[in-house]
């Protein structure tokens, strides 16, 4: 298949917006894939800042940095994303090149605990200051469970209104796919 699908293409987006040296945010850390991968992106000389409200996320990441020798370039918050703004040194305000959110519940966790419309774009919103010009925002929406369908329509109705003039809006998903697979929304800032 010559097409990315969705995950690889979402990971082939924020190693276009974010290079060695630059900050970036995992806003949904769950098992560390990403967080390990957006390490490895920055390097030593830049930082992840990582969010999750589960502590089995903090601690099943922190394992993985570890093993992958990159926890000493990464901060993890056990806090939600909607605390973005308040947790992220405003020295780097402005400076944020790339953010990563993989929506749902943690793999192999508790499946009733999930990402919600709210504090999801409460985040967004906060982003939308704390990115740079040309910083990009990857979400990976699952809406296959009730609430990952409130998610997704909330989500698009809100990233609809957003002024042309200070963000570009992406939707990448695959439309002949059987039991609603993933799909992505990127923004980057203008
Ligand atoms: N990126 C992860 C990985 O590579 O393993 C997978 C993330 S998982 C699909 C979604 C995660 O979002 C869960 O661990 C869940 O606890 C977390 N989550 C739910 N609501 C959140 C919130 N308001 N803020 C931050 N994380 C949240």
Same mark, same amino acid.
Request: no cysteine; charged share 15%; hydrophobic share 10%.
């Given at each position: 298949m010559k097409l990315k699908r969705v995950l690889p293409f979402a990971k082939e987006l924020l190693k276009t917006a974010a290079k060695p040296g630059d900050i970036v945010i995992d806003a949904t850390i769950g098992n560390g894939h990403d967080t390990v991968y957006l390490a490895e992106i920055v390097g030593p000389t830049g930082h992840v800042f990582g969010y999750d409200i589960q502590a089995e996320a903090i601690t099943n990441t922190t394992q993985l940095l570890k093993e992958n020798g990159v926890e000493n370039q990464v901060t993890l918050f #056990?806090?939600?994303?909607?605390q973005i703004g308040e947790t992220i040194?405003? #020295?780097y305000h402005g400076q944020i090149a790339g953010a990563m959110f993989n929506l749902g519940y943690l793999p192999g966790g508790n499946k009733e605990i999930v990402t919600k419309a709210e504090s999801t774009i409460t985040a967004i919103e906060q982003l939308l200051t704390i990115l740079k010009r040309e910083g990009v925002m990857v979400l990976v929406i699952y809406h296959g469970h009730d609430e990952g369908k409130k998610e997704r329509d909330a989500i698009l109705n809100y990233v609809k209104t957003l002024d042309q003039k200070k963000a570009h809006v992406l939707q990448y998903q695959f439309?002949?796919?059987?039991?609603d697979p993933p799909f992505i929304i990127a923004i980057e800032k203008r």
């Open positions: #056990h806090k939600s994303h909607s040194p405003s #020295h439309l002949n796919q059987k039991n």
